[in-house]
């Protein structure tokens, strides 16, 4: 039996969801040899299309191609099932399975255009409801699903996220000497929170000794997040750009704590990063997070930037999680368990 992913993901620059949509990809490649990967000619990241074989389909891009020419296509093969990864599917395609990432755009359309939320608010629900079945990346999104939409919980399952591929080649930072370094990983924009982030760490008692590194785009932090740039003129907080993998991996491995002290999340890929890698995490008291990292992580208000600070001063004395605790965290996240969660539910008989 065939079954047909759509690879648009491969069309737009990584941030979770896509990386969501690459690793699961390349399981389901592995476990399931049948499984064909469908995409629009924009490919950005042509080494894992080449890798998992995408066949180009269509004139269009974006959504034009996804709600029109994708279905269209399909429609000419029999209408087989469509895994579609990354949030969005074609509207009136009658064989989706699909994963929703989280409910951000329902809970605060603000924190985004007007265009893209009443896109995504016209758009999620109605794939929600007609799809064959809904994947998730935590319990506390599925719970949302269920409450908001009105959804069977049967019709969900929680398929985590998990380690890299090119990460766990890389191996863990378990032997490597850790810098005073507190590392911030996210695209800039107001969910993330990093204006109480860069405030809480400036009132800390280590902001002296250690140094704030937070990963995307200096002119996007000003106008996304709210942060002054008299903020960032202290020597040691640091802005870098969107870094390749493997730059990225390294600072991992040289960084003592990993904050995330956003207001919403589905899940949180860099604070998993950050303990495989040996770091310490502070991360928002908010519902995911409890889900995800209640045994490994330093809780703080995500709008109390006092707490904030305490939280960084409080991880600071503590040690870091026991490789027990990664191991049994491992194996619940982890892009092997969630793809054949996914092939379980789309392939009659499938073990």
Known sequence: MKIFVNA???????????????????????????????????????????????????????????????????????????????????????????????????????????KFSMWYNILIPRIAISSKHIFTVSNTIKNELVKFYKLPAAKISVAYNGISRKMLEKGNAKDIVKEKIILSVGTFNIRKNHQNLVKGYINSNISNEYSLVMIGDKNRIFKESDVEEHMLKRSNIRVMPSLKEDDLIALYKKAEIVASVSLYEGFGIPLLEGLYNGCKIVCSDIPVYREVYSQCATFCSPTDTDDIGKGLETA??????????????????????????????IVPGYK
């Not at 600071?316 to 793809?339: F, G, M, P």
Request: aromatic fraction near 10%; glycine fraction near 4%.
């Open 316 to 345: 600071v004395t503590k040690d870091t999680v026991s490789q027990e605790e990664i191991v049994k965290l491992l194996q619940q996240c982890n892009y092997e368990r969630s793809a054949r969660t996914m092939l379980e539910k």
């Open 8 to 114: 648009r993901f491969l069309t737009q620059p990584v941030s979770g969801v896509q990386r969501y949509g690459i690793e699961c990809s390349r399981q389901i490649k592995r476990l399931y040899p049948d499984a064909v990967f469908i995409a629009p000619k924009n490919i950005l990241h042509t080494d894992v299309a080449n890798e998992l074989n995408v066949q180009i389909a269509g004139r269009n891009t974006g959504q034009k191609w996804e709600q029109f020419d994708l279905p269209f296509y399909l429609g000419r093969q029999k209408a087989p099932p469509l895994l579609n990864l990354a949030n969005t599917a074609p509207i009136f395609y009658s064989n989706n399975y699909v994963t929703i990432h989280d409910l951000a755009f329902y809970h605060h359309p603000e924190w985004n255009s007007k």
